[in-house]
């Protein structure tokens, strides 16, 4: 072989060898290679997360972003659409937090702890969620935060005639401030969604 043949190998090599890796990694490690995906940056730019295609993100002023498959075909007839729900909930600091009249008394707006807060979002969840209830919790770290994490069912005929609901719950404790994460899917696919949900969490980032 030529030198100049030679030259001309080595440079086709390289140029592919380049490209490759630049896209393997530009791709999130659960995607394969033919996986599209886009990037969802929060509304506040606060967080940033991976989702595949055909899933859509937008925001809602009262649930945060909500992102869900849009997938249609027959097998989605009658089917509720999977999504996750995120809303960042900002607790007052001590700093700037003001008394409010409770009856006759007067306390202190003092943030909640993260317990206190996981406390009070439970509640909120068995007033208002018909047959709520819990099958799992635990604890957990996302982006090196402590995390609590429930998995419940409940049944909500206006969103899903057919049966009941199973969601998979993170509140993220960053700073005193709180990500509410919520996987949400019939209960009877849930089991292969809540797969989806736990790739999708690992491309959670705070920005």
Known sequence: MSRSSLI????????????????????PSFFSKKQKYEK??????????????????KHSLTQGAILT???????TIGKFRERMTIKQVIE???????????????????????????N???HQLRNELETFQIHE??????????????????????KYE????????YIIDKNGDYYVINGIDAKE???????????ILETFKFI
């Not at 090599?13 to 490759?20: E, K, M, N």
């Not at 969802?40 to 993100?57: A, D, F, K």
């Not at 957990?140 to 998995?151: A, D, E, G, V």
């Not at 057919?162 to 719950?169: H, Q």
């Open 8 to 27: 001309t190998w080595l440079f086709l090599i390289a140029i592919v060898s380049f490209g490759c890796s630049k896209v393997t990694g530009n791709f």
């Open 40 to 57: 969802y940056v929060s509304e506040n730019v606060t967080y940033s997360l991976h989702i595949p295609t055909p899933w859509q993100g």
């Open 69 to 75: 498959n849009q997938t249609t075909n027959s097998r």
């Open 92 to 118: 007052p600091k001590p700093s700037i937090a003001k008394p409010v009249s409770l009856g006759d008394n007067k306390v202190a707006a003092t943030p909640r702890t993260l317990d206190g807060f996981v």
């Open 120 to 122: 009070d979002y439970l």
């Open 137 to 158: 919790s635990g604890e957990t770290l996302i982006n090196n935060y402590r995390t609590k994490r429930f998995i419940y069912t409940y049944k909500d005929e206006l």
């Open 162 to 169: 057919s049966g009941r609901l199973k969601s998979v719950l």
């Open 189 to 199: 696919d849930f089991k292969d969604t809540r797969d989806v949900f736990s790739k």
